[in-house]
């Protein structure tokens, strides 16, 4: 779910789902193009890998009713998913004629500003491997399922799809502006772990809920984290944690707030940030306005 960067990246915190990796860049890098995409070469794929998919994905697809939100699960269902690892061309032909968005293929981490440059023009880089069986239950990186499963169906809704975009030019920006550490927190709770609010109750978003077997259910059902309503500033301030459930989520109403709460120009955001202290990732404020 995280995708451990650090060592390609700007120091510390990377944006997206990155989280830090102690073991290194897994992938091979040795064969790619200078914007870090490879070709899938879907052929190479074992039956073993195909199988292994197709039981992630009937673990996965059991959870989604009722957890995940509407949106999701209707770009989901016709993906084909339950066949075996998809290929990148067929998702791409349904998901340029709905948003425009394309997937591509890397070797795992790409860069900060590799990754923003990507989005910026609508690429959406896939990890184009597959978890090994013994990290068949929790994989530190993003690899094909988290992708696809957690990250390519909300690229079918529009407004979503813009925020994206949105995001790549922003971390552009934010790289220049030494801004990342606050802006990969914006990623991290909202692309990885956001939930949103709908008339049947909280539902899920965000992909690194999405693609987990166990957070899947604790996100939505337990009583455990806080959930918060949507606070830009809030966010950038929160630190998070790759290595347990999130203890907080931030809960937006709709794809149209999330996409112009982050529209204006961040950069005297981030002034403001130098000057605020970072909040723990279980910190509870009297202002917080919890969602039920
Ligand atoms: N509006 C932000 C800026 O000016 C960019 C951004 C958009 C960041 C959407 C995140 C999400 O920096
Ligand atoms: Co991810």
């Known amino acids: 779910m995280p995708r451990g960067s650090s060592t390609l990246g700007s120091a510390g ?8 990796s102690s073991h290194g860049l ?9 914007d870090y995409t490879v070709d899938q070469d879907w052929s190479a794929y ?29 770009a989901l269902m016709p993906l084909g998913y ?17 948003t425009g968005w394309r997937l ?6 790409v860069p900060d500003l590799v990754f923003f440059e990507h989005l910026a023009a609508r690429r ?12 068949f239950d929790y994989i530190v990186e993003p690899d094909v399922f988290h992708d696809f499963f957690g990250h390519v169906p909300m690229l079918f809704n529009p407004v979503f799809a813009d925020y994206m975009e949105a ?6 920006k934010a790289h220049g502006l030494g801004a990342l550490k606050w802006l990969a927190r914006l990623y991290w709770y909202t692309v990885e772990f956001g939930l949103i609010r709908t008339p049947e109750g ?5 992909s690194g809920i999405l693609s987990s077997p166990s957070e899947i259910d604790y996100a939505v059902v337990s009583p455990k984290p806080r959930r918060v309503a949507f606070d830009l500033m809030r966010i950038m301030r929160s630190q998070y944690r790759i290595d347990a459930f999130q203890e907080t989520y931030f809960v937006i109403d709709s794809f149209d707030q999330l996409f112009e709460a982050t529209a204006p120009d961040f950069t005297p955001l981030y002034q403001e940030l130098a000057t605020l202290p970072d909040l723990a990732a279980n910190a509870a404020l009297p202002e917080d306005r919890l969602v039920s």
């Open 13 to 20: 915190t990377a944006p997206s789902n990155y989280g830090q």
């Open 26 to 34: 897994r992938g091979d890098y040795s064969r790619m193009r200078p």
């Open 46 to 74: 074992g039956e073993a890998e195909h199988e292994r998919w197709r039981r992630l994905y009937r673990r996965q697809i059991e959870l989604v009713p009722g957890r995940a939100c509407e949106d999701y699960v209707a």
């Open 82 to 98: 339950e066949a075996g690892i998809p290929r990148f061309e067929d998702v791409n032909a349904r998901l340029g004629r709905a």
């Open 104 to 109: 591509v293929a890397v070797p795992g981490l």
């Open 124 to 135: 959406f880089p896939v990890t184009w491997w597959i978890r090994d069986e013994r990290e």
């Open 167 to 172: 995001y790549g030019k922003g971390g552009i």
């Open 202 to 206: 909280v539902r899920i978003y965000g």
